[in-house]
């Protein structure tokens, strides 16, 4: 096994899948690929969360202004204001990364997926 790696290295092959280019005749310390930017990761579980967020928030708010006008009878009209209050605060977020979503995935310009936090995955 040794002597087949020896010769592979030897013969400049290796068992690495990584991708090299040959250096410019005048070396400055810089080369072309370091100023290339990779293709953008796509979160697609945050924006799952986003869309989550947004139909919840979304369907909290419906509902507590249905409970609060009285389309909907409710037996203590007091306690749909909290309903209304955390459907806008679920909506909010759900709303701001699913535009963040949708403008990059546009291509408007200063919109990335970078701006939208991946949550360690």
């Given at each position: 096994?040794?002597?087949?790696?020896?010769?592979?290295?030897?013969?400049?092959?290796?068992?690495?899948?990584?991708?090299?280019?040959?250096?410019?005749?005048?070396?400055d310390?810089?080369?072309d690929?370091?100023?290339?930017r990779?293709?953008?990761?796509?979160?697609?579980?945050?924006i799952?969360?986003?869309?989550?967020?947004?139909?919840?928030?979304?369907?909290?708010?419906?509902?507590g202004?249905?409970?609060?006008?009285?389309?909907?009878?409710?037996?203590?009209?007091?306690?749909?204001?909290?309903?209304i209050?955390?459907?806008?605060?679920?909506f909010?977020?759900?709303?701001y990364?699913?535009?963040?979503?949708?403008?990059?995935?546009?291509?408007?310009?200063?919109?990335?997926?970078?701006d939208?936090?991946?949550?360690?995955?």
């Amino acid at each position: 096994m040794k002597a087949a790696r020896s010769t592979m290295l030897a013969a400049g092959l290796s068992n690495n899948k990584a991708k090299y280019s040959r250096l410019a005749a005048s070396d400055d310390g810089y080369i072309d690929l370091q100023f290339q930017r990779s293709p953008p990761k796509i979160p697609y579980n945050a924006i799952a969360l986003a869309i989550f967020l947004f139909l919840i928030g979304s369907l909290l708010i419906i509902f507590g202004t249905l409970l609060l006008t009285g389309t909907i009878e409710v037996e203590h009209p007091d306690r749909t204001i909290p309903l209304i209050i955390i459907g806008v605060l679920v909506f909010l977020p759900g709303f701001y990364h699913l535009r963040i979503a949708c403008y990059a995935a546009k291509g408007c310009r200063g919109y990335s997926y970078d701006d939208i936090p991946d949550f360690g995955d």
